[in-house]
């Protein structure tokens, strides 16, 4: 018999069982670089709901402007920052909408504090509109590019089937980014940055044991002066 295009059979296989945030956690790590790493977000969208990926891929480079802007050249807290946008494939509601840079070890908690500032202005106000047309230009320009390119059509159509893609969501894909407003990437963020959604994590380095001084040797008695 022939193959079926698709997996149905393996949907119960693919639910997240997931407890409500928010989720906060500290690991500790054994390591030789005084060094933290936090990553910061929420639980994001899946890849089959094309309009909301689109937005929160518009969202992720307005973000990822103003981190770099306030994180890293007006408060130094970490080198290099960004925020991304990973839509679930394979698993249901497993989607990634996150932040995260290394840092020293004792201003982890700020860089995550500022993370999640930055978070909520946006899901108060959205993007300006500046910061949209700087974003949708940053699209088209990717687009432009990745559009001619056998590989993008090969990644989109390899697991078409399985992961129930819509060929009419391939069409047209620049005027679809176009045609999100401000307020519709703001409430489709809005959806997804809710405290059940939340984590963060901050891994900073274990704390090395005591260290016992080498005993030092006796120093030779001086003779009596004669």
């Given at each position: 018999?022939?193959?079926?295009?698709?997996?149905?059979?393996?949907?119960?296989?693919?639910?997240?069982?997931?407890?409500a945030?928010?989720?906060?956690?500290?690991?500790?790590?054994?390591?030789?670089?005084?060094?933290?790493?936090?990553?910061?977000?929420?639980?994001?969208?899946?890849?089959?709901?094309?309009?909301?990926?689109?937005?929160?891929?518009?969202?992720?480079?307005?973000?990822?402007t103003?981190?770099?802007?306030?994180?890293?050249?007006?408060?130094?807290?970490?080198?290099?920052?960004?925020?991304?946008?990973?839509a679930?494939?394979?698993?249901?509601?497993?989607?990634?909408?996150?932040?995260?840079?290394?840092?020293?070890?004792?201003?982890?908690?700020?860089?995550?504090?500022e993370?999640?500032?930055?978070?909520?202005?946006?899901?108060?106000?959205?993007?300006t509109?500046?910061?949209?047309?700087?974003?949708?230009?940053?699209?088209?320009?990717?687009?432009?590019?990745?559009?001619?390119?056998?590989?993008?059509?090969?990644?989109?159509?390899?697991?078409?089937?399985?992961?129930k893609?819509?060929?009419?969501?391939?069409?047209?894909i620049?005027?679809?980014?176009?045609?999100?407003?401000?307020?519709?990437?703001?409430?489709?963020?809005?959806?997804?940055?809710?405290?059940?959604?939340?984590?963060?994590?901050?891994?900073?380095?274990?704390?090395?044991?005591?260290?016992?001084?080498?005993?030092?040797?006796?120093?030779?008695?001086?003779?009596?002066?004669?």
């Amino acid at each position: 018999s022939s193959r079926p295009r698709g997996a149905v059979y393996l949907d119960k296989l693919r639910a997240t069982l997931r407890a409500a945030g928010p989720y906060r956690h500290v690991v500790e790590v054994d390591t030789i670089t005084p060094q933290s790493m936090v990553l910061a977000g929420f639980v994001g969208c899946e890849a089959i709901n094309t309009r909301d990926m689109r937005a929160m891929n518009l969202a992720s480079i307005v973000l990822s402007t103003r981190m770099i802007e306030r994180i890293r050249e007006e408060l130094g807290l970490v080198y290099s920052i960004g925020a991304q946008s990973m839509a679930a494939r394979c698993y249901e509601d497993a989607g990634f909408f996150f932040s995260g840079a290394p840092c020293e070890p004792g201003k982890g908690e700020q860089v995550i504090a500022e993370i999640e500032s930055i978070f909520k202005d946006f899901a108060d106000s959205g993007p300006t509109a500046d910061e949209l047309d700087a974003a949708r230009k940053q699209i088209r320009n990717t687009l432009d590019t990745q559009l001619k390119e056998p590989g993008f059509w090969f990644g989109q159509l390899q697991t078409f089937d399985l992961h129930k893609g819509k060929l009419e969501n391939l069409r047209n894909i620049g005027a679809a980014y176009e045609a999100l407003s401000g307020e519709e990437i703001r409430d489709i963020f809005r959806k997804y940055n809710v405290p059940e959604r939340v984590f963060a994590v901050r891994a900073i380095p274990a704390p090395t044991p005591a260290q016992t001084p080498a005993d030092e040797e006796s120093a030779p008695e001086e003779a009596a002066p004669e």
